[in-house]
Nanobody, 117 residues
Framework: VQLVESGGGLVQPGGSLRLSCAAPGLTFRIYDASWHRQAPGKERELVATVTTAGVGTNYGDSVKGRFTISRDNAENMVYLQMNSLKAEDTAVYYC???????????WGKGTLVTVSS
């Protein structure tokens, strides 16, 4: 199973992007979903998480108030709306699905977001 991210690209500071993650072929609703990112020369960090039903969300301190994670269980999709982007948001963004109950997790290959003028 391969998660497929899309929506990355080049954006100016202050701009917005919406990342999408498709998860075909999975029983999507059993997985918590999250977005992570890794900037050049840095470790991968957690950006945002959303629970199975989409009710509970959590965000890294650096993106609180600017990013919003959501999911559509009917379409097997996870989204990350990113507003007020900053240069320090430049990174490869990865989608992750995980289920502790079933001991399963999946990663996408990542999508590059570059914030630059």
């Amino acid at each position: 199973v391969q998660l497929v991210e899309s929506g990355g690209g080049l954006v100016q500071p202050g701009g917005s992007l919406r990342l999408s993650c498709a998860a075909p072929g999975l029983t999507f609703r059993i997985y918590d979903a999250s977005w992570h990112r890794q900037a050049p020369g840095k470790e991968r960090e957690l950006v945002a998480t959303v629970t199975t039903a989409g009710v509970g969300t959590n965000y890294g301190d650096s993106v609180k108030g600017r990013f919003t994670i959501s999911r559509d269980n009917a379409e097997n999709m996870v989204y990350l709306q990113m507003n007020s982007l900053k240069a320090e948001d430049t990174a490869v963004y990865y989608c992750h699905l995980g289920s502790r109950r079933y001991g399963l997790d999946y990663w996408g290959k990542g999508t590059l977001v570059t914030v630059s003028s």
